[in-house]
């Protein structure tokens, strides 16, 4: 029996392809060359991750295309910020201990991988529970996968890098992810302009005092905190 993987798979699945690629391309880059690095390409795939959904809305979606969406999202914003956490933190958690504990290399895994995996596994449940029980035009649980992600990677090119900030922040967005408040969908206009200020994030995170990765920072926050409330999306 053939997969007839040209037949079954359309335009948008490519571009989630795509996306999962470039997260694996984060997590090899955030242990290889840094976390700087490794947060642009996590907010490229971001950029992908929506023009997949764009895609599929004009062009009709593939048979397997929520399910091969959903496990890109936790390689890419569940897995590769996780690796980012990781990368961003290992060396000043690993200051904070002891040389001289029983197991010391053992202790220092568990301690700098802790709130990576913690990430991690709360990415899968909510990616897990949102494609059994929550079809598309119920209300949204939870913040997405991708907007924890892109919290973190553009929170660390506006200059948010202080370890404990990371840490912690790592695991609040974690539980926000199967928190019981409901997000609705951006509009296609808001959506278009997080765009643009993503590539802005991606392309010259420094330019003018970081001004696109704090703008970003600032409307992935005031989405999270306003937007169950005050914003009704599509």
Not at 36 to 61: F, K, N, P
Not at 146 to 167: F, N
Not at 189 to 209: F, K, N, S
């Amino acid at each position: 029996m053939s997969l007839q993987v040209r037949r079954r798979l359309g335009a948008a699945d490519v571009m989630t392809l795509l996306n999962a690629t470039l997260g694996v391309v984060a997590m090899v880059v955030a242990v290889t060359v840094g976390p700087t690095a490794a947060a642009r390409l996590v907010l490229l795939a971001a950029i992908t991750d929506a023009l997949d959904g764009i895609i599929a809305r004009s062009q009709g979606s593939s048979e397997v295309g929520p399910l091969l969406d959903s496990i890109a999202d936790v390689v890419s914003f569940g897995t590769a910020p996780a690796l980012f956490l990781y990368a961003a933190t290992r060396d000043a958690v690993s200051t904070l201990l002891p040389a001289d504990i029983p197991l010391a290399g053992t202790v220092e895994i568990l301690a700098v991988s802790a709130v990576p995996a913690v990430f991690v596994v709360f990415s899968l449940v909510r990616t897990v529970l949102y494609t059994i029980y929550v079809d598309e035009g119920e209300n949204r649980p939870g913040i997405q996968n991708t907007l924890g992600a892109s919290i973190l990677a553009a929170g660390y090119l506006a200059g948010v890098t202080a370890p404990a900030v990371l840490l912690v922040g790592g695991v609040v967005l974690a539980l926000l992810m199967v928190g019981p408040v409901s997000y609705p969908k951006l509009r296609a206009r808001d959506a278009g302009l997080m765009g643009l200020v993503q590539a802005g994030g991606i392309l010259a995170p420094t330019l003018g005092q970081r001004v696109f990765p704090r703008l970003l920072v600032l409307a992935a926050l005031a989405y999270m905190t306003l937007a169950p409330r005050y914003y009704w999306g599509e």
